[in-house]
C-alpha cells in the first residue's frame, strides 16, 4: 500500500520570504513522486515529478522540490513567494512496479496562504 | 493543445436519478483515470484505463458506479441511483502510458 500524508493544513508565509509544504511518503517499491496545485473551483495543476536522478527537482512557476529517501520526503519550496501562489497544494504519490494501475495517492493537501 | 475537458461541469440532481460524467482525454494520451474529491474523503481514486484494457474496477466505492471507455479515448462514469454522500467533484486525468497525469476541470455533483 502507498500513502502520503501533508502534516500542516495551512502555511502562511509573508510576500518574498521563502515557503516549505511539506510531504511523507509510504511505498513498498520505488516512489513517484508529484506535486499539484488547485486554484478554488477549478482541477489540479501538475507543478513536477521526481522518477530517478538528482534530488532537486524544478518545475513551474519557480517551485522546486528536494527528495530525501532517508527521510522519505519531498517537500515543496520557492525561495521567494508570490500572492498568487496562494492556493491548495497536494502531493501524490505513485509505486513504479505498479505502472499505473494503482492511480495516484494523495495527501489532504495543504492552503497556502501568502500575506502581502 | 487541447486540455482534458469534462462535461458538464456541474450538475444537480435528485436522490436515486442516475447521472452520466463525461470525460475527453488529451488526443494520444493511452492511459484515463477518475477520481472523486469531497471534504471528508480527500482525493480518491476510483478507476483507470489503460487503452483498450478491461479496467480494475475495485477502486470504485459500490457496485452503483461504472465506467467505460470507448475506443481507448473518451469515457463516461455511470452513477446509478445516486446518494448524497456521491456529492463531490469528480476529476478525470490522462497520461501517456505511467507518465504524468494531467486534469480535467472536473465535474460538480450535488445530489439534493
Known amino acids: 500500500a502507498q500513502s502520503v500524508a501533508q502534516p500542516e493544513d495551512q502555511v502562511n508565509v509573508a510576500e518574498g520570504n521563502p515557503l516549505t509544504v511539506k510531504c511523507t511518503y509510504s511505498?513498498?517499491?520505488?516512489?513517484?513522486l508529484f506535486w499539484y496545485v488547485q486554484y478554488p473551483n477549478r482541477g489540479l495543476q501538475f507543478l513536477l515529478k521526481?522518477?530517478?536522478?538528482?534530488?532537486l527537482v524544478k518545475g513551474s512557476y519557480g517551485f522546486e522540490a528536494e527528495f530525501n529517501k532517508s527521510q522519505t520526503s519531498f517537500h515543496l519550496k520557492k525561495p521567494s513567494a508570490l500572492v498568487s501562489d496562494s492556493a491548495l497544494y497536494f502531493c501524490?504519490?505513485?509505486?513504479?512496479?505498479?505502472?499505473?494501475?494503482?492511480?495516484?495517492?494523495f495527501g489532504k493537501g495543504t492552503h497556502l496562504i501568502i500575506q502581502p | 493543445g487541447a486540455g482534458v475537458s469534462q462535461s458538464p461541469s456541474n450538475k444537480v440532481t435528485e436522490k436515486g436519478k442516475d447521472v452520466e460524467l463525461r470525460c475527453d482525454p488529451i488526443?494520444?494520451?493511452?492511459?484515463l483515470y477518475w477520481y472523486r474529491q469531497s471534504l471528508g474523503q480527500g482525493l480518491e481514486f476510483l478507476i483507470y484505463?489503460?487503452?483498450?484494457?478491461?479496467?480494475?474496477k475495485s477502486g470504485l466505492p459500490s457496485d452503483r458506479f461504472s465506467a467505460e471507455r470507448t475506443g481507448g479515448s473518451v469515457s463516461t462514469l455511470t452513477i446509478q441511483r445516486t446518494q448524497q454522500e456521491d456529492s463531490a467533484v469528480y476529476l478525470c486525468?490522462?497520461?501517456?502510458?505511467?507518465?504524468?497525469?494531467?486534469f480535467g476541470p472536473g465535474t460538480r455533483l450535488t445530489v439534493l
Open positions: 511505498v513498498s517499491g520505488n516512489p513517484y
Open positions: 486525468a490522462s497520461s501517456s502510458f505511467s507518465d504524468t497525469q494531467y
Open positions: 488526443s494520444g494520451h493511452t492511459a
Open positions: 484505463f489503460q487503452g483498450n484494457s478491461a479496467p480494475d
Open positions: 501524490a504519490v505513485r509505486d513504479l512496479r505498479r505502472g499505473g494501475a494503482d492511480g495516484l495517492t
Open positions: 521526481y522518477i530517478t536522478g538528482d534530488n
